[in-house]
């Protein structure tokens, strides 16, 4: 993740638009300090009736603000001030979801996020890892800068969102990416039209992550 902008809680506002814009990409290390992040009201969202099935494991999608009553912390650094404030910039200033998901199996295949794409519907996204997350235990995957090409690519055909892995001359991004590993509390902020992937996670593995989307 040489190529990934980064920062310290909490940033500027306009370090973090300057770089979203130029790189579609960046990381902001230690958001968990302080009041730090308690996974229990988690084991219970996921053990209950708002949590689903997906091909990785389990995962919560809220449309309105009830997560914010279980988890007001993890809400906050998702979809509060901060990340409401970067969305405006970009114009993109509706929270249109935040999700919750616990990543755990690799037997289902891989779900369309694991292949490398960029998303078909243009979203500011805020990701906040829950867990440690190592490239084995499914880390968010880019290719900084590579925002413009998807953009493009959305513009010509936007259903046509994954990169071919061969028989393509898009094929040769698969070398590219990186993927963005660090301890519980990083939060990535980033462009979809930025060529991404993640959640493919390894025997063994877990990751828990926090996700806003923004359009
Ligand atoms: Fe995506």
């Not at 935040?98 to 519907?121: C, E, M, S, W």
């Amino acid at each position: 993740m040489n190529n990934v902008p980064k920062f310290e809680a909490t940033p500027a506002i306009t370090d973090v638009t300057a770089a979203v814009s130029q790189s579609g990409v960046c990381v902001i290390n230690g958001c968990a300090e302080g009041a730090g992040i308690s996974l229990e009201p988690l084991d219970a969202l996921f053990a209950g009736p708002l949590a689903k099935d997906y091909p990785y494991g389990k995962v919560v999608r809220e449309f309105g603000t009830e997560l914010q009553s279980h988890i007001p912390h993890i809400f906050s650094l998702v979809a509060g001030h901060f990340p409401a404030e970067v969305s405006s910039f970009f114009g993109m200033s509706r929270l249109d979801a935040v999700f919750l998901t616990h990543d755990f199996r690799n037997d289902q295949g891989v779900a369309p996020n694991g292949y490398l794409h960029f998303d078909k519907i243009p979203t500011l996204k805020f990701m906040l890892y829950l867990t440690d997350c190592e490239a084995s235990s499914g880390a968010f995957s880019c290719i900084p800068g590579s925002h413009v090409v998807g953009r493009r690519l959305r513009l010509e055909s936007p259903d046509d969102n994954i990169i071919p892995e061969s028989n393509s001359p898009l094929s040769c991004f698969h070398d590219m990416a990186e993927p963005i590993t660090g301890p519980a509390g990083t939060v990535i902020v980033f462009h979809t039209d930025i060529l991404h992937y993640g959640g493919r996670v390894e025997d063994g593995r877990e990751r828990i992550v926090a996700r806003s989307h923004f359009r």
